[in-house]
């Protein structure tokens, strides 16, 4: 059974940073496609980062709203996966998951049906 549990949400002002973690089981991060969605309220979830599995490459995507301020990256030995968040903005304010899928993500990263591993979520609030 595979687990993947978010941590590292929190509130911030306007141009702070954040580091969101989020711990597997059950599966390896290097093997498995994984990505970072955030869902405000109202709003439907969108992936903002994902990395494919190390045998293709280990490519990252990032949206455009993030780009240059995210970065995602894995840690294959502690299993975990991050997502540091810097020069943050009030339209960030979300909840953020985790998710992951033994697929090919290569050109699917941004569709949240292929994911089939979800975290909880973790909350990200940015002040102005």
């Known amino acids: 059974q595979v687990q993947l549990v978010e941590s590292g949400g929190g509130l911030v002002q306007a141009g702070g940073s954040l580091r969101l973690s989020c711990a597997a089981s059950g599966r390896t991060v290097s093997s498995t496609g994984m990505g970072w969605f955030r869902q405000a309220p109202g709003k439907e979830r969108e992936c903002v980062a994902a990395i494919t599995v190390s045998w293709f490459g280990g490519n990252t995507y990032y949206a455009d709203s993030v780009k240059g301020r995210f970065s995602i990256s894995r840690d294959n030995a502690k299993n975990t996966l991050y997502l540091q968040m810097n020069n943050l903005k009030p339209e960030d304010s979300a909840v953020y998951y985790c998710?992951?899928?033994?697929?090919?993500?290569?050109?699917?990263?941004?569709?949240?049906?292929?994911?089939?591993?979800w975290g909880q979520g973790t909350q990200v609030t940015v002040s102005s």
């Open positions: 998710a992951g899928t033994p697929r090919d993500t290569r050109t699917r990263y941004y569709i949240v049906q292929i994911y089939d591993y």
